[in-house]
Structures are given as C-alpha cells and as structure tokens.
Nanobody, 124 residues
Framework: QVQLVESGGGLVQGGGSLRLSCAAS????????MGWFRQAPGKEREFVAA????????WYIDSVKGRFTISRDNAKNMVYLQMNSLKPEDTAVYYC?????????????????WGQGTPVTVSF
C-alpha cells in the first residue's frame, strides 16, 4: 500500500506560481509512475502531468506545457509540480497518484493510489 499526501495548494493571483508537493509513505515510490490530476467544480478529473520511475520520461497536457514542471526525488519519496504563469482556468483540486503501469500514464483509470487532493485557486 502507498499513502499519498499532497500539500502546497492555495490562493494565488493570475500569473503567480505555486509548488505542489506529494509525500509518499508505506512503500518506495521508485517503482511507480507518478501523476498529477485536477478536478474543477462540475468537471471531470483531468490529467495534468506524469513522470516515469526514473524521472527521464514526462508527459503534460497541452494547456500546461511550458508552464508546469513535474519532478521527483525518489530518495525522499516525493513528487512535485511546479506551476508558473498560473491562469484562472487552472483552478481545481489537484491530486497526486501512483501507478505501476508504464502505458497509459495519462489515464486516471490506470492509477492505483490517490491522495486526498490540495485545492488551488487562481484569481483574476
């Protein structure tokens, strides 16, 4: 079992930055592909970014490319999402997730473990 806890969310003005963190316990994250997803009110959960076990492979939804960066520190059992140039449309609850699957890293159905989420609100 893997327990995931997100932190770092909050209220920020448009154009600002936030760094989300995901702390894992229960098992080493080094064998997992890690993902960040988000869910805005009234909308379905959406893939944001993912990173493979080594950190050498990353994937992003088009709307965050060039603004968000996913990274990981396997020694610390941590995953991060650096979010720059935030826009109001980035407002959502952000979730960290883990999967042993390599294929389908953008598919939330592939993920086995989820955190409780951290809210991000970007004002105009």
């Amino acid at each position: 079992q893997v327990q995931l806890v997100e932190s770092g969310g909050g209220l920020v003005q448009g154009g600002g930055s936030l760094r989300l963190s995901c702390a894992a316990s229960g098992r080493s994250l080094s064998i997992y592909t890690m993902g960040w997803f988000r869910q805005a009110p009234g909308k379905e959960r959406e893939f944001v970014a993912a990173i493979n076990w080594s950190g050498r492979g990353t994937w992003y939804i088009d709307s965050v490319k060039g603004r968000f960066t996913i990274s990981r520190d396997n020694a610390k059992n941590m995953v991060y999402l650096q979010m720059n140039s935030l826009k109001p449309e980035d407002t959502a609850v952000y979730y960290c997730a883990a999967t042993k699957s390599i294929a389908g890293a953008t598919d939330h159905n592939r993920y086995d473990y989820w955190g409780q989420g951290t809210p991000v609100t970007v004002s105009f």
